[in-house]
C-alpha cells in the first residue's frame, strides 16, 4: 500500500545552524504534502503545506521542497533556536479530508 | 485561539473494559479525527468524522468504534480494552474544504488543528 516515510529517525543540529529533514513519499497522486511540528507533550501542529504542482514553498524561516521525480519532500529550517526542538511529521493528503502521516524525525537543538 | 480539548491527559485501564475518549473542538468544524500514536509508526488514523452522525474507518478500526452525535464533539470508544490498545490518542479537527468555520484566521483546510492527547494504558 502507500506509505509516508522518513530517512532518519533522529537529528542534532548545532544552534544557529540549518536544519533539513527529509521525507519520501510514495503516493504520486497526493494533492498537498504537510510538515507538522510536535514538541513533547503536545499535540501536533500545522507548520507549512505544499500543492503537489510546486517545488518550492516559504514561510517563516522554514522552507519546504517537494522533488515529484524522486518522491521526496525536505522541510529546510534556517537558523535553528532551542524551541524548534520537537519531532517533525510529514504527511500527504490524497482527495478527501484525510491525511496519512510519516513516522517523524526527532531533531535535536545543541546548545 | 482555536482549541481541542481531550477529556483526560492520563487514564489507566483494565482488560476488558470498556472505554470512552471524548474530545471536544470549539472552531465550529466539520471534520473530526481519531488518531493513535505510537513509537516508530508515526500517527495511524482509526476513525474520522465528515459531519454530526457520519463516521469513517480510517487506516486501523479493529477494537475501536466512534459516535459523533453532535458537531463539537467525538467519542472514541473501545469495547472491550486489550493491552495492545496501549498508545497515546490523538484528536484532530478540520473545516471542511470550501467552509470557513472559525479558525484563527490563517488556517488553510490542509491543517487539522490537535488536542493534546490522552495517554492510555490498559493493564
Known amino acids: 500500500g502507500e506509505s509516508v516515510g522518513l530517512h532518519l529517525p533522529t537529528l542534532s543540529v548545532q544552534e544557529g545552524d540549518n536544519s533539513i529533514i527529509n521525507c519520501a513519499y510514495s503516493n504520486s497522486a497526493s494533492d498537498y504534502f504537510i510538515w507538522y511540528k510536535q514538541e513533547s507533550g503536545k499535540g501536533p501542529q500545522f507548520i507549512i503545506d505544499?500543492?503537489?504542482?510546486?517545488d518550492k514553498r516559504q514561510g517563516q524561516r522554514v522552507t519546504v521542497l517537494l522533488n515529484k521525480t524522486v518522491k521526496h519532500l525536505s522541510l529546510q529550517i534556517a537558523a535553528t533556536q532551542p524551541g524548534d526542538s520537537a519531532v517533525y511529521f510529514c504527511a500527504e493528503k490524497f482527495g478527501n479530508e484525510k491525511l496519512t502521516f510519516g513516522t517523524g524525525t526527532r531533531l535535536t537543538i545543541i546548545p | 485561539d482555536v482549541k481541542v480539548t481531550q477529556s483526560s491527559r492520563y487514564l489507566v485501564k483494565r482488560t476488558g473494559e470498556k472505554v470512552f475518549l471524548e474530545c471536544v473542538q470549539d472552531?465550529?468544524?466539520?471534520?473530526m479525527f481519531w488518531y493513535r500514536q505510537d513509537p516508530g509508526l508515526g500517527l495511524r488514523l482509526i476513525y474520522f468524522s465528515y459531519d454530526v452522525k457520519m463516521k469513517e474507518k480510517g487506516d486501523i478500526p479493529e477494537g475501536y468504534s466512534v459516535s459523533r452525535e453532535k458537531k463539537e464533539r467525538f467519542s472514541l470508544i473501545l469495547e472491550s480494552a486489550s493491552t495492545n490498545q496501549t498508545s497515546m490518542y490523538l484528536c484532530?479537527?478540520?473545516?471542511?474544504?470550501?467552509?470557513?468555520?472559525?479558525?484563527?484566521?490563517?488556517?488553510?483546510?490542509?491543517?487539522?488543528?490537535f488536542g493534546p492527547g490522552t495517554r492510555l494504558t490498559v493493564l
Open positions: 505544499i500543492r503537489s504542482n510546486m
Open positions: 472552531m465550529d468544524h466539520e471534520n
Open positions: 484532530a479537527s478540520s473545516p471542511r474544504k470550501g467552509t470557513g468555520g472559525r479558525t484563527s484566521g490563517r488556517a488553510a483546510y490542509n491543517e487539522q488543528f
